[in-house]
């Protein structure tokens, strides 16, 4: 996978503000902030988006993610917060190593906003069974 900001953070050769470190993780401040608060959560594994992760790194981001979430929620004094994880330039993504946002939301006009163009679900049924056969379900 090519280099990017955030394997060059792993490696050591760009300095980050590190908030949590095990094996498989690592958690740090977002340079440019949405909120107070807001902090990457990144795999050690270097996929670029999510659907090219391993178990075993989704699993550790799993198992860690909801202890970062307290965490930022008890220094930045916020109750809610927004965890985000974007795959794709479309979709938002500029850096091309996976990683959650954890952005805390202290008021309506603050922190994350979201455009949610929502449709009415058609067929539910035949999707559904699609998505289960893609699965392998
Ligand atoms: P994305 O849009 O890919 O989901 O978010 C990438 C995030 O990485 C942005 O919020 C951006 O501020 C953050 N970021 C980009 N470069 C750096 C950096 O060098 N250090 C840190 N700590 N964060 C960065």
């Not at 109750?79 to 946002?101: E, K």
């Not at 009415?120 to 699609?130: Q, V």
Request: proline fraction near 8%.
């Amino acid at each position: 996978m090519p280099e990017t900001i955030f394997s060059k953070i792993l490696s050591g050769e760009i300095p980050c503000h590190k908030v949590y470190e095990d094996a498989r993780v690592l958690a740090f401040l977002d340079i440019n902030p949405l909120a107070f608060g807001h902090t990457l959560v990144i795999p050690k594994e270097p996929a670029p988006t999510m659907d090219a992760l391993s178990e075993e790194s989704a699993a550790a981001l799993g198992a860690v993610l909801p202890r970062l979430c307290r965490a930022v929620m008890e220094v930045s004094g916020c109750r809610h917060y927004n965890l985000l994880q974007n795959n794709g330039a479309p979709a938002h993504q500029a850096v091309f190593h996976v990683h959650f946002h954890i952005i805390p939301k202290p008021s309506s006009d603050e922190g994350l906003g979201i455009g949610w163009p929502a449709g009415s679900l058609e067929d539910g049924a035949a999707l559904a069974e699609r998505l289960r056969n893609a699965l392998g379900a």
